[in-house]
């Protein structure tokens, strides 16, 4: 089982849609999770971070963490083309070396 | 402005031909490492520095070398590049210690590597 797991995609939604990424992890004392947005040959950049259960807002992004069924999911309101890139979910613990395990990241397309 | 800058931001060389990619970040941070991304394999570490001269091997640090002799600079050497070196490189520091303005990972902008 790998640490991080995400669906491969490609997901599509039309302009205007819900998307809905999810994220498991193995690793039950994980401590913060964090999705980040990368387009197609750029670097990654941070969109949400959540570190307790429940929901986290910022704009059209909602980041909902449940650590005892360990998944974490993205929910991206009022999907825009220019929302169109792969999104990976990456887990924090502090006690493994400090290290961020990422998962291999969800294609979205968001078609107008 | 905070950043992490990575140079070259695209690299075609040949096998066997030294070569240096340099890494530096102004935001102090404690930790920093390097990650390559090829197609199907996401981001997969090669090296990781806790602090000035304290690094680590990652998952792959095969044919690469690092050294963190300041704090805000982080070089990548690969001595002696090969075909299968060929990738998306992308340096990333981030704050060690829990912090309330959280661990996340900052990236470079990215090195393409051909090795030919």
């Known amino acids: 089982q790998k640490e991080v797991e995400q669906n491969s995609g490609p997901l599509s939604v039309p302009e205007g849609a819900i998307a809905s990424l999810n994220c498991t992890y193995s690793?039950?004392?994980?401590?913060?999770f964090f999705w980040y947005r990368q387009y197609s040959g750029k670097s990654p950049e941070l969109i949400m971070s959540i570190y307790s259960n429940g929901d986290k807002e910022d704009g059209r992004f909602t980041a909902q963490l449940n650590k005892a069924s360990q998944y974490v999911s993205l929910l991206i309101r009022d999907s825009q083309p220019s929302d169109s890139a792969t999104y990976l979910c990456a887990v924090y613990n502090a006690g493994n070396n400090r290290k961020l395990i990422w998962g291999l990241g969800t294609s979205l397309a968001v078609n107008p | 402005e905070a950043q992490v800058t990575q140079n070259p931001r695209y690299l075609i060389t040949v096998t066997g031909k030294k070569l240096t990619v340099t890494c530096s970040q102004n935001?102090?941070?404690?930790?920093m490492s390097w990650y390559r991304q090829d197609p199907g394999l996401g981001l997969r570490q090669i090296y990781y520095s806790m602090n000035v001269e304290v690094t680590d091997k990652g998952d792959v640090p095969e044919g690469y070398k690092v050294s963190r002799k300041e704090k805000r600079n982080f070089p990548l050497i690969l001595e002696s590049p090969s075909p299968n070196q060929t990738s998306l490189y992308f340096c990333a520091s981030s704050f060690l210690y829990d912090r309330a303005d959280g661990t996340e990972a900052f990236f470079g902008q990215g090195t393409r590597l051909t090795v030919v």
């Open positions: 935001m102090n941070h404690e930790y």
């Open positions: 690793d039950r004392v994980s401590q913060s």
